[in-house]
């Protein structure tokens, strides 16, 4: 397995590009299921999360080729997808696939709003928290779907003449749950309205694209969507917007090395709130016309009170980030998470660099600390690893990140960026 090797203590200058979102190219990927014309998407990031989704959707049937060249298995290259779902083959989404990648589930809505049927193993727990699908069925179920349990995986089918629009209003804010109904509801007949659904802006570039395929969405951006679903929906190209939690990393980091940044392409209206606690700390956080600029020379980090909470709230996936940027704050630094209840993986890992960090319940008590030292440490997550390597960026001496799969999965060249802007880092490659 790969490891990074981290010596820390430089500063980060420069410039970084940044990538096309995950959390939106995965649901944009499903929603070719949706047609049987192309779909074109753009600024797809290259992360180990989209391969594994393209294999499982060649499964089902769809013919993906990458910036013109007929994609073969492996690490897929180059950013624009064509992806034709002419004929969806299979509605089988297995175990091994699905249980490899929560976001897979989302096929579920897509397959049964074409197909009529689909069997999708169910996704669950993962190291973050249990992580239930429930909010899925109720909002599938509300569409007309008949859904049963059996051995592992959801089997549902539509009554005749398929899925139907209908009011669906959701207990609990839940990402998953919204994208999953939004794609089924695109090709339900009459209208969908979803209330309390999250507004996550990678759920608005997934409605946006739906419209480009010819779906009739009200309320993009809002926690009302309107959906008026289609009997077939048209091809689009549409290109996946960046990534908010990528911008944030790397601001959190330039914030805990010092130095002076500019992330390019990232919009600072997809994580206001974030850039606003980041504002609190002490560092420059500049919107500029290429994107956004994050500057600290010299002073301290002020520590903040923070909690977690859906869009426009604090990211949870910028939870762990922010932990490690407050680890030598010049105070004591409180982060509640709410979302996940067991988001804290990266406390333990963190406390080996030296960090002083109190566990009760969902809220973590953080004591700056006068500075970290390298070790060695384990990736356990995906944004628990990134949080590992802020700290190791600021920690005086050398940090090896053990199991650094995990940051594979979501971050886009983490290494040639970071030392692009005089960071020492490597991977060490297992052979
Ligand atoms: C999405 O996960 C993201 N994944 C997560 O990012 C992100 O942390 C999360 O939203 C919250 O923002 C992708 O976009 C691929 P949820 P999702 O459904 O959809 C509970 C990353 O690091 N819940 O909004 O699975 C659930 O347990 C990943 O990129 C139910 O109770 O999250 C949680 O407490 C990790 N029943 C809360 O809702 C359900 O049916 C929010 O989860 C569904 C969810």
């Known amino acids: 397995m790969d490891r990074i090797k981290i010596t820390g203590g430089a500063k980060l200058n420069g410039m970084i590009p940044i990538s096309g979102a995950k959390n939106a190219a995965l649901p944009l990927l499903i929603a070719s299921l949706l047609t049987a014309d192309r779909l074109t998407l753009k600024n797809v990031p290259n992360l180990a999360d989209v391969n594994l989704l393209a294999r499982i959707l060649r499964n089902h049937g769809v013919d993906l080729a990458v910036d013109g060249k007929r994609a073969t298995p492996g690490p897929l290259l180059g950013e624009t997808f064509h992806l034709s779902a002419r004929d969806i083959v299979d509605t089988t989404a297995p175990y091994e696939m699905v249980s490899r990648m929560r976001a897979s589930f989302w096929v579920l809505g897509p397959l ?23 909010l899925h069925l109720v909002g599938l179920k509300a569409l007309g779907a008949e859904i049963d349990i059996d051995r592992g995986y959801v089997l549902a089918k539509t009554p005749a003449g398929g899925l139907r629009g209908a009011k669906v209003i959701f207990p609990k804010v839940s990402v998953g749950a919204t994208m999953n109904v939004l794609l089924a509801a695109a090709l339900a007949r ?17 409605a946006e694209c739906l419209v480009k395929m010819g779906c009739l969405i009200e309320g993009i951006g809002t926690s009302t969507l309107r959906i008026q679903g289609r009997d077939r929906l048209e091809g689009a190209v549409h290109t996946v917007l960046p990534d908010r939690i990528e911008t944030g ?12 940044v500019v992330l390019t392409g990232a919009k600072a209206v997809h994580l206001q709130t974030a850039l606003d606690a980041l504002a609190s700390t002490g560092t420059q956080v500049i919107e500029t016309e ?4 994050v500057v600290r020379n010299g002073a301290g980090i002020n520590p903040i009170t923070v ?16 932990m490690a940027l407050m680890t030598t704050a010049k105070g004591t630094s409180v982060i509640r998470e709410t979302i996940f209840e067991n988001r804290f993986m990266h406390v333990q890992e963190l406390a080996r660099l030296g960090a002083d960090i109190q566990l009760s319940g969902d809220t973590a008590i953080i004591k700056g600390v006068r500075g970290l030292t390298g070790a060695p440490v384990m990736a356990t997550d995906l944004r628990a690893s990134v949080s590992l390597v802020i700290a190791a960026l600021m920690a005086e001496g050398e940090t090896t ?13 983490l290494e040639r960026k970071l030392s692009g802007c005089g960071a020492q880092i490597e991977r ?4």
Request: aromatic content about 6%; glycine content about 12%.
């Open 112 to 134: 049964l709003a074409r197909c009529h049927q689909a069997k999708v193993s169910l996704p669950g727990g993962c190291a973050i928290g249990t992580r239930p699908v429930d």
């Open 190 to 206: 009459g209208e969908t309205v979803m209330e309390n659904a999250a507004r996550e802006p990678e759920i608005g570039d997934v």
């Open 249 to 260: 990393t790397f601001a959190f980091a330039v914030a805990a090395t010092g130095g002076d």
């Open 290 to 293: 290429s994107g956004i600029r």
């Open 307 to 322: 909690e977690t909470q859906p869009f426009p709230g604090f990211p949870t996936d910028l939870q762990a980030q922010m």
């Open 401 to 413: 990140i053990n199991r650094v799969y995990h940051l594979d999965r979501g971050f886009e060249q």
């Open 428 to 431: 060490i490659s297992a052979g």
